[in-house]
């Protein structure tokens, strides 16, 4: 269990993130048109896991556009949004905001929070995701993690781009 900061209050998540060094877990999402979304459909690429509660929160939608801005210069490199909102929401969003390099998918129907270690245990917001980002490499070897230490903190974008090498 790892804990993390929403407004005053801690917060405990599920678990701990994939160790640096091991073998991450597969996921299966539902993209912004309901079809699945998997591993497999990122395969052979390195895949920057962007993690966090809710789209409709000002952090998260600045998480989307940076990584998305960050995604247009990453060669080989699937940038995946994760949050448990419903696709329509995830769908609303990136079309209103242009976002296209990268991509979305909702964990509302999967045990990618389990999974992953990131879904609140507890607090008003428990059963959302924390904010989060697990760099992998092509072979889905994890190089870099962040849990950060409040919800409504950015993630570290240089560090985990940097862990693209």
Known sequence: MATTQLGDSTVNTVGELPAVGSQAPGFELVDTTFQSLTEA?????????????????????????RFNELAAGLQ???VVNVSVDLP??????????GIDDVLVGSAFRSTFGQDYGVAMADGKWAGLLARA????DADRTVLHTQLTDAIGQEP?????????G
């Open 76 to 78: 080989d490199t699937a």
């Open 88 to 97: 329509l929401a995830q769908a609303r969003f990136c079309g209103a905001e």
């Open 133 to 136: 980002v697990v760099v992998l």
């Open 41 to 65: 459909d990122v395969a052979g690429r390195r895949v920057v896991l962007n993690i966090f509660p809710s789209i409709d929160t000002g952090v998260c939608q600045a998480s989307v556009r």
């Open 156 to 164: 570290d974008y240089d560090a985990a781009v940097a862990a693209l």
